[in-house]
């Protein structure tokens, strides 16, 4: 009759053998802190930060430049300093000129709001500001167009009538090369002439005829006709038509590329 003998040789080798308790709890032990290990990130190769104070002025110069860029070639802010193109235009608003239109073949035509230089002398003398420096950042500012220019010697008015087209106003009737001009912008209680006869005067080429909204408030090319060009001012002075009130909030307007 066979015996069955116990082995007695060491533990069981086969697969299926259960590891003791004390090894089972050192397996996980290990795996657990495996786990809690995190693996260092590696360096993005690349250029190095630069510290705070380099990257400011940096970013400052670069606005300062756009802003240059987009009031040379695009738009720039003028502020509205009278009430001669009340109501379409009120004290205080800032306004945005298109400067890209006269870039693009654009000329100024009868019925477009405008902004001008002052053709000579239709401005009383600028205050000027006794600080330095608040008159530097200023004039710094207006330069690169974050706000108004410093030396504001810029009119905004009216085209009426353009080189070449006679112009003239009558009791209460404005006419341009003999036709009746209808004028739904004017300001309340005005009438076209607002109490100033003028003309027949045709305007010179090259030059345009302009006058305020609020006509009976407004030292226009009407006041002007003693002056150089008759009172016309010369295409060349001006910067764009008025494109936008952009201030403040409660006056937003916009009157189009070309202020129409």
Known sequence: MAVNLPDTRGGDTGAGAAAPVGGRAEARRARRAAEGRRTPKARRPGRRQRPWWIEIPAMAAVGLVVALLIKTCLFQVFTIPSGSMENTLRVGDRVGVNKLAPLTGWEPEPGQPVVFKDPGDWLPPQ???GNPVTNALGSVLGFVGLVPPKDD???VKRVIATG????????????VNG???DEPYLHPGDDSCAGLDFGPVTVPQGYVWV???HRSDSADSRYHQRGPGGGAV??????GPVSAV???????????WVGR
């Open 153 to 155: 010697n810029y009119l």
């Open 127 to 129: 205050p000027t500001d």
């Open 211 to 213: 006058e305020g909204d």
């Open 246 to 256: 952009v201030w403040p909030l409660g006056h937003l307007d916009w009157f189009g």
């Open 234 to 239: 010369p295409v060349g002075n001006v910067v």
């Open 179 to 181: 036709a009746k001009v």
């Open 164 to 175: 070449g087209q006679t112009v003239q106003c009558s009791g209460s009737t404005l006419t």
